[in-house]
């Protein structure tokens, strides 16, 4: 009656079934046979771990292969070593699988002479890491992504950065070459606002004399028109005293004298308020054109004050720029940081690649020194094996004498039975005869029963 094993209380996995194993390992491509298994032989357990290996280490037969040949072609007597090397190098990715199932147990024996419950169990711990790796490999393909991704947003920042640093530096170029435009147009600046001070003063006592202008013209426009209402009204009355005239000559000579005088003063009043007007004409012309050139000025100021708000716009445009510049190179110090950690991580892999092969040379060397160990002991192994070989053909001769003596035995043994059991029957035909003599000369009756 078979026992249902016990699973290993250290193991770090359960004990799976062997239909749960199989299971396992048909969703793997890998087919097996159910006495695989229960039934394990060295050549099923050999093909069951170089399709595991080729499944999940990704080395398949020809690469197994390759090193074998390449080890073997440097030592003497090659075919001697070729089976043992490739024993032990298949041994060697085999415990490399093993340990990282977390079989740490694996040995040889469970290679050459499997067991079932040993092979059980560490194929449960195989398909535990599988099912893990399965699991898992989503989250692995997500973070190879994100490194990828990382990786591009670093190489698209870098390009990025480059052409900021050429744009500055051609900004920077630009900028120095504008150094004296600006000094000069900065000195303009100055110069023009200074003449605008003193315009700006110059137009408002421009602007208040106009208007005291505008007044006085219209006070002389308002006696202009007073004193020709006033000549109006002395033509009339001159018109008026020549009608009289006729009437009294002398005191319309005398009235027209005296109209005549007022006339004349009139007039004199009247070109001096012309000459005034003319004066005050010509000047206000001559404030006109000032107020158009402080008009200019006004539109120089607002060009200057629309070419400082400009100015100020590239300023600030500028400092926008400088903070995504600023922004942009954080953010490739953030990312030069990670492609940092990025390269630590690879050199520490490329440390780690370093050491794998350094202790591949040392396993080599090992390997080698093991080899010629195995080599010596395989030769004296040889010699044991003919010393043994002479012994067990002197063994089988001399049970070959023994059978025969042992079939001689038997025989004679046979012939002795067989004499024995004729004097037996005939001892027991004598006896019934006896007894049956004794019972008639007795007159008894007896049944016996030999």
């Known amino acids: 009656m078979s026992r249902k094993a016990e699973p290993n209380p250290n193991a770090g996995f359960p004990l799976m079934a062997a239909t749960e194993i199989r299971n396992c390992m048909e969703a793997l491509g890998i087919t097996v046979h159910p006495d695989d298994l229960t039934k394990p032989t060295t050549a099923s357990t050999h093909a069951i771990w170089a399709a595991l290996i080729d499944e999940l280490m990704g080395i398949s ?17 090659p075919e001697l070593y070729t089976e043992t090397l ?7 990715h085999c415990k490399r699988l093993a340990d990282l199932c977390r079989v740490n147990d694996f040995n040889l024996s469970d290679l050459i002479r499997p067991d079932p419950l040993r092979l059980r169990r560490v194929l449960s711990g195989v398909m535990n890491f599988a099912k893990f790796r399965e699991e898992r490999a989503p989250f692995h393909q997500m973070l190879t992504e994100r490194l990828h991704g990382d990786q591009m947003r670093a190489e698209e920042l870098r ?13 920077k170029a630009k900028r120095e070459e504008d150094v004296p435009r600006v000094a000069a147009a900065r000195a303009r600046n100055e110069e023009l606002r200074q003449q605008l001070l003193k315009l700006g003063t110059t137009q408002r006592t421009v602007s208040a004399e106009v208007e005291k202008l505008k007044q006085e013209r219209f006070a002389l426009s308002q006696e202009h028109r007073s004193r020709a209402e006033e000549l109006h009204g002395l033509e009339l009355g001159v018109a008026e005293a020549q009608t009289r005239l006729m009437r009294s000559p002398d005191r319309v000579r005398r009235g027209i004298a005296d109209k005549e005088r007022l006339l004349a003063e009139q007039r004199a009043i009247k070109n001096q308020l012309d000459a005034d007007l003319r004066a005050g004409e010509l000047r206000l012309r001559m404030f006109a054109e000032i107020e158009e050139g402080v008009t200019a000025l006004n539109r120089v100021q607002e060009e200057i004050v629309a070419y400082r708000d400009q100015a100020a716009e590239k300023r600030r445009a500028n400092a926008e720029r400088r903070d995504a510049i600023r922004a942009l190179e954080n953010q490739l110090h953030v990312s030069e940081r990670e492609a ?18 350094e202790d591949r040379v040392r396993e080599r060397e090992r390997f080698e020194a093991r080899g010629r160990e195995l080599s010596q002991q395989r030769a004296v192994l040889e010699a044991e094996r003919m010393a043994e070989s002479e012994e067990a053909a002197r063994l089988e001769r001399e049970a070959h004498e023994w059978e025969v003596k042992t079939a001689e035995f038997a025989r004679d043994r046979e012939r002795h039975h067989t004499e024995l059991v004729k004097e037996w029957k005939m001892l027991e035909a004598h006896m019934t005869d006896y007894m049956a003599a004794m019972t008639q000369k007795l007159g008894l009756e007896l049944n016996v029963e030999l």
């Open 86 to 92: 490739g024993t032990i190098m298949f041994f060697s």
């Open 61 to 77: 037969p020809d690469m197994l292969e390759g090193p074998k040949a390449a080890v073997a072609e440097g030592m003497p007597h």
């Open 159 to 171: 390009r990025k950065l480059d052409n900021l640093n050429a744009d500055i530096a051609e900004i």
């Open 340 to 357: 940092a950690s990025l390269v630590r991580k690879l050199q520490d892999m490329a440390e780690r690649f370093d050491k794998l092969a």
